[in-house]
């Protein structure tokens, strides 16, 4: 029985947010004036097992730098936009080009520029720490602050749900 109020089985796609979801809201600048983000190793292990389970994963952010891409394209992740304002346009796009109906998708999101990409999929997800109108409209408020844990703890549910949480051939490697 998940503690996410929802039917995960239905979840085919989950698209992720990075800055406050997948790295703490606080980053450190470098003297460059690039931001040197953290990245959460249980998040990554949880990552990549969903994307060889067959789930499809995307990161949908208006940050850039050097190293994003990589990091997630490393963990099998293949739908990667980085710089983008306007998140519920390449949402409305990343879905049509895989043939995602709302109710097969969520997105996990923290703050006020994610709210349109939240009301258009089924289980809108947002970290703890979230800004407070973010989790007003999210149907799932994780127990993990943005950068600690965030993805491991939805995925680990959902993949739960499809048997492929310590019950599958790939579950123990990387």
Not at 13 to 18: K, P
Not at 48 to 74: D, K, T, V
Not at 78 to 105: A, Q, S
Request: charge should be negative; charged fraction near 25%; hydrophobic fraction near 45%.
């Amino acid at each position: 029985m998940s503690k996410i109020d929802y039917p995960l089985g239905k979840l085919r796609a989950v698209a992720f947010d990075i800055d406050g979801v997948l790295s703490p809201s606080t980053v450190p600048m470098g003297d460059d004036g690039v931001p040197r983000r953290m990245v959460n190793i249980k998040d990554g292990y949880a990552m990549q097992l969903a994307a060889r389970s067959g789930l499809l994963l995307s990161i949908m952010s208006g940050g850039r730098g050097a190293g994003l891409r990589e990091r997630y394209e490393a963990l099998g992740l293949k739908d990667i936009y980085l710089g983008c304002g306007e998140k519920i346009e390449v949402l409305k796009e990343w879905m049509e080009r895989h043939g995602l109906t709302p109710e097969e998708v969520a997105f996990v999101g923290d703050d006020i520029p994610d709210i349109p990409a939240m009301n258009h999929v089924g289980l809108p997800v947002a970290p703890r720490d979230g800004a407070h109108e973010v989790r007003a409209v999210a149907r799932y408020v994780t127990r993990a602050d943005g950068g600690y844990g965030v993805a491991r703890e939805l995925l680990e549910e959902i993949l739960r749900v499809r048997g492929a949480w310590l019950d599958s051939a790939v579950a123990f490697g990387w």
